[in-house]
T-cell receptor
Framework: DTGVSQDPRHKITKRGQNVTFRCDPISEHNRLYWYRQTLGQGPEFLTYFQNEAQLEKSRLLSDRFSAERPKGSFSTLEIQRTEQGDSAMYLC????????????????FGEGSRLTVL | GNSVTQMEGPVTLSEEAFLTINCTYTATGYPSLFWYVQYPGEGLQLLLKATKADDKGSNKGFEATYRKETTSFHLEKGSVQVSDSAVYFCALSKETGGFKTIFGAGTRLFVKA
C-alpha cells in the first residue's frame, strides 16, 4: 500500500499526558499537512511542511503542540499536557507540489488518528 | 478571509433519487474547488475538482461546475445508490495560501434502498 499512513489509529490518554502521532506520506510528495477534525465539522488546518521546512502554523496550534518532519519524509505531531478539548481526529495529508508547474493542491489523506482525552 | 459554506445535513434520499448538495465559497482571486468524500470508517478522498471558472469536475456519476459569478460549486448526481452514503465536504485551495485547503462543515448523505 503506497498511500498515506498514520499511527496510532486510536489513542486514549489521561489529561496531562503527552501523546505523539506519526504520519508517513506518499513517498514522492513534498508537501505534508496536518488537520484536526471534530465531530460534525470539516477538517481545520493546523500546519504544513514543504520537505523538512515547516512553512505555516495555524493559530489553533497552541504552544503545547509541536510538529516535525526531520528528513522531509515522515512527520510527527506531539501534544504535550493534553486537555479534554484536544479530543479530536488528527488527519495527515500529503500533496505533490512542483515548482514551475501547475498545481491544484489536491490532498491525499490518511485514515486519521483519533485522540480521546479522559 | 476565505471560507466555504455548504448545506447542512443530514440529507436522506431513496435509491435512484436526484442529489444536490449546495456549496458556496468566499475567496479572493481564483481558488481551486474540490469535493471530498468520507465513507464510513475511511479517510477523506478526493471525489472531483475544478481549477478555473466554468470547469466541470466529474467522477463516479457526480458532477460540479465552478461558477464564479455565483461563487458556487454545487454537487449533483442524477441517481444515487446506497453505496453513496457518506459525508461530503466542499473545499477550496489557493496557491497563494500555500494550498492550505479550507473545508466546509460537511453534509452527511443517507441513501435508503
Amino acid at each position: 500500500d503506497t498511500g498515506v499512513s498514520q499511527d496510532p489509529r486510536h489513542k486514549i490518554t489521561k489529561r496531562g499526558q503527552n501523546v505523539t502521532f506519526r504520519c508517513d506520506p506518499i513517498s514522492e510528495h513534498n508537501r505534508l499537512y496536518w488537520y484536526r477534525q471534530t465531530l460534525g465539522q470539516g477538517p481545520e488546518f493546523l500546519t504544513y511542511f514543504q520537505n523538512e521546512a515547516q512553512l505555516e502554523k495555524s493559530r489553533l496550534l497552541s504552544d503545547r503542540f509541536s510538529a516535525e518532519r526531520p528528513k522531509g519524509s515522515f512527520s510527527t505531531l506531539e501534544i504535550q499536557r493534553t486537555e479534554q478539548g484536544d479530543s479530536a481526529m488528527y488527519l495527515c495529508a500529503s500533496s505533490p507540489i512542483t515548482v514551475g508547474r501547475p498545481n491544484t493542491g489536491e490532498l491525499f489523506f490518511g485514515e486519521g488518528s483519533r485522540l480521546t482525552v479522559l | 478571509g476565505n471560507s466555504v459554506t455548504q448545506m447542512e445535513g443530514p440529507v436522506t434520499l431513496s435509491e435512484e433519487a436526484f442529489l444536490t448538495i449546495n456549496c458556496t465559497y468566499t475567496a479572493t482571486g481564483y481558488p481551486s474547488l474540490f469535493w471530498y468524500v468520507q465513507y464510513p470508517g475511511e479517510g477523506l478522498q478526493l471525489l472531483l475538482k475544478a481549477t478555473k471558472a466554468d470547469d466541470k469536475g466529474s467522477n463516479k456519476g457526480f458532477e460540479a461546475t465552478y461558477r464564479k459569478e455565483t461563487t458556487s460549486f454545487h454537487l449533483e448526481k442524477g441517481s444515487v445508490q446506497v453505496s453513496d452514503s457518506a459525508v461530503y465536504f466542499c473545499a477550496l485551495s489557493k496557491e497563494t495560501g500555500g494550498f492550505k485547503t479550507i473545508f466546509g462543515a460537511g453534509t452527511r448523505l443517507f441513501v435508503k434502498a
